[in-house]
């Protein structure tokens, strides 16, 4: 059975930094793209993040352009997050997710649509 496992968020303050992990058992995701995601109280889920199968091309939503950076370790199969310059705004579940398609190069900024896999979410919390 596939799982994804999210850990390493918690309570940060503005400006501060956090990474968080989300390894991955039950298959290896080495030949799919990988991402995240968040969603905020009374929000719908929204973009973070992604990375491409072969790990070359990376994507950021506008609002983490320049603050957060997204890795993947495929002997450990897990991905990272590494978010810095935290703001309040930033406060959310966050999960990965894998592409529910082998090798696939996005047009554009990848959207939920496009992975097949979820874990349950780390909730990241920055207080002003």
């Known amino acids: 059975q596939v799982q994804l496992v999210e850990s390493g968020g918690g309570l940060v303050q503005a400006g501060g930094s956090v990474r968080v992990s989300c390894a991955v058992s039950?298959?290896?995701?080495?030949?799919?793209?990988m991402g995240w995601f968040r969603q905020a109280p009374g929000k719908g889920r929204e973009f973070v993040a992604a990375?491409?199968?072969?790990?070359?091309?990376?994507y950021y939503a506008d609002s983490v352009k320049g603050r957060f950076t997204i890795s993947r370790d495929k002997a450990k199969n897990t991905v990272y997050l590494q978010m810095n310059s935290l703001k309040p705004e930033d406060t959310a579940v966050y999960y990965c997710?894998?592409?529910?398609?082998?090798?696939?190069?996005?047009?554009?900024?990848?959207?939920?649509?496009?992975?097949?896999?979820w874990g349950q979410g780390t909730q990241v919390t920055v207080s002003s």
């Open positions: 990375i491409n199968w072969s790990s070359d091309r990376t």
């Open positions: 997710a894998a592409d529910r398609y082998y090798r696939r190069d996005y047009v554009g900024l990848p959207a939920a649509i496009d992975f097949g896999s």
């Open positions: 039950g298959r290896t995701f080495s030949n799919n793209g």
